[in-house]
């Protein structure tokens, strides 16, 4: 891997970082596998589309995964902040539909230094807070030979620089290894 990767991923801990673009759950399912202990996912009750378990088994066992829904997006933030802030698990994701303001932002970066937890925001493309440590957008790459090839770009980086690696999730050491441009030919 090479060392601007290894500086921004895992994501740092204490901090609330945002994922967007039209491939993010690869990236919060790797983020989950790397981490390797409980995540909990809370979405609104609103939305149809679900995450299945036996798609994410690859990168976290599915009972390692608390799935929370709540009656809007003010909801999904205060249930955000007190797990972040507990500390009962290592990583919070969060479905945002709407921006959310700088206060907001800044309370669950507070949450997750207190609670020593990472957060992570699913946003629309084009949406984000300026709290947030950092901003990866991913998306899928064309490869016939292997279907798990991602981009992903920090578009944001509070503490560091901005890239974009060429990524693949190795199922068997649960772990993400950086593909070079000259490998994927």
Do not use: Y
Not at 30 to 45: K, N
Not at 118 to 135: F, K, V, Y
Not at 152 to 168: C, F, H, M, P, R
Not at 170 to 177: H, W
């Amino acid at each position: 891997m090479t060392d601007d990767f290894v500086k921004s991923f895992p994501l740092r801990t204490g901090r609330t970082h945002e994922v967007c673009g039209p491939s993010p759950l690869p990236f919060v399912f790797a983020l989950s596998g790397q981490l390797g202990s409980s995540a909990m996912w809370i979405h609104e009750d609103w939305q149809t589309q679900q995450i299945n378990p036996a798609g994410f088994a690859a990168f976290i066992d599915p009972q390692n995964l608390l799935v929370a829904k709540a009656k809007n997006q003010t909801d999904v933030l205060a249930a955000s902040e007190e797990a972040l802030r507990s500390g009962a698990v290592s990583l919070v994701v969060m479905e945002l539909t709407k921006p959310i303001g700088l206060t907001q932002g800044r309370r669950l970066q507070l949450a997750a230094k207190a609670g020593k937890s990472t957060g992570l925001c699913i946003i629309p493309e084009g949406m984000g807070s300026n709290a947030a440590e950092t901003r990866w957008r991913c998306a899928s790459l064309f490869d016939p030979a292997d279907s798990t090839l991602q981009r992903w770009e920090i578009t944001k980086n509070k503490s560091g620089t901005l890239k974009a690696w060429d990524v693949k999730w190795d199922a068997q050491a649960r772990r993400v290894i950086v593909v070079s441009e000259a490998a994927q030919r």
